[in-house]
């Protein structure tokens, strides 16, 4: 079996949901609400802080321990990316959670999970791409790259040169991108539990 088939048994759908979606998906199933919504900001933090350290010790790492700060701070900061992109930001994901609106508390803590699972399915991918793609040997990076545009590029970004692989040898960044965005799009890792 050649690189390329190592690297695409590595990102094979099922083999993602296996080594990254499952874990997410059930820390987020374990944490349980008392209720969908919180009294003010203070609680909405504690919250958010609380989730964030359960699922990160959970699939990340792996029992291990995060500040309250930290858990805050990057919680506040994921959930400020996710609403912005709707046009938000983190005060309505604060509304949300305190007016029980789009699905409340609940909803709030999903969209973080999915963030979380997000950014693992991508550093999954990366380390995939570091593995089976040969740092030293820019001929066999051209030729992988080229290979993998060819069989995905129906999916990927139509910023994504099929015809310039070369591009994307030395720096996969915008390929792993452009494919992690394709999944949350068409592949049942992300679907919503």
Known sequence: MGSLEYLL????????????????????????????????????????????SHHVSHCVMHGGYISRT?????????????????????????NDAHDGTNGGLRL????????????????????????????????????????????FGHLLSSSIRANQPERYAQNHEELIRSYVDSLKRTSSIFRRF
């Open 9 to 52: 048994a590595a990102i094979d759908e099922l083999a993602i949901a296996r080594n990254v979606g499952i874990p997410h998906d059930e820390a987020r199933m374990r944490y349980a609400l008392r209720r969908n919504t919180v009294s003010d900001f203070g609680e909405f933090t504690e919250v958010i802080a609380g989730y964030y």
């Open 70 to 94: 930290e858990a805050a701070g990057r919680a506040k900061e994921i959930l400020e990316q996710e609403y912005r992109r709707q046009g938000g930001n983190i005060v309505s994901a604060f």
């Open 108 to 151: 709030v803590l999903d969209r973080l999970a999915e963030a979380l699972k997000t950014e693992s399915v991508g550093r999954y991918i990366r380390d995939a791409f570091d593995r089976y793609v040969e740092p030293n040997s820019w001929e066999q990076k051209v030729d992988i790259m080229r290979q993998f545009i060819a069989r």
